[in-house]
């Protein structure tokens, strides 16, 4: 029994540290700075978590198992993912360290925010995609401002547990944060029928 955890343990970490990558990758490339993936923790738990200490943004996607519609979201703090959407709208790093202090977006920050997301959901889908041969795939369901120790606002399927990912993350020469991923755990696929 032991040994089943732990293979399912590995999994969820492998599974964690190819989204994260592939989120990292694809946003630094966007964002024409370097994102760095510093660290990945991960863990399954029966209820969402929440950015604590601080404002975050979900950036919500939906995740479709073999047809069957579920939901996740990915926690990031408002400084830094307001330098996202700056970094997207193409400002200089002087600005952007302005900006990062803001507690209020304009609608230019908001739309560069939903694009963000949209990236995110990208990135998700292909990742995900190249990890279960097509049977799975995602999409973008907008953001959601949360206030510290709120958790983000999506359905869940009574008995399915959320993977959370915790990953270390580090921005151009910003100071390192973490990213927060909730993921409904996917089961591999049955073998085929003989």
């Not at 560069?112 to 990236?119: G, I, P, Q, S």
């Not at 008995?159 to 910003?174: C, D, N, S, W, Y």
């Not at 927060?180 to 003989?194: D, F, G, Q, S």
């Amino acid at each position: 029994m032991a040994a089943s955890g732990n293979i399912a343990e590995q999994a969820d970490l492998a599974l964690c540290e190819a989204l994260m990558r592939r989120i990292c990758d694809d946003l630094g490339m966007l964002l024409d700075r370097p994102l760095e993936l510093e660290q990945v923790t991960a863990t399954r738990s029966p209820h969402k978590v929440a950015g604590e200490r601080s404002v975050h943004i979900a950036f919500k996607f939906g995740v479709s198992v073999d047809g069957v519609a579920q939901h996740g979201a990915i926690l990031v703090p408002l400084a830094d993912s307001i330098a996202f959407a700056c970094y997207l709208m193409m400002m200089t790093d002087e600005v952007v360290t302005t900006r990062r202090k803001d507690k209020d977006l304009d609608r230019a920050q908001k739309d560069a925010m939903v694009e963000v997301c949209n990236l995110v959901g990208g990135s998700i889908d292909g990742a995900l995609r190249d990890q279960f041969q097509k049977r799975v795939s995602a999409r973008s369901e907008g953001c959601q401002g949360m206030r510290p120790g709120a958790a983000p606002a999506f359905e869940r399927i009574p008995g399915v547990e959320l993977v959370i990912a915790r990953a270390k993350v580090k921005l151009h020469t910003f100071p390192s944060f973490e990213m927060l991923m909730m993921l409904p755990a996917i089961t591999p696929a049955a073998p085929p029928a003989t």
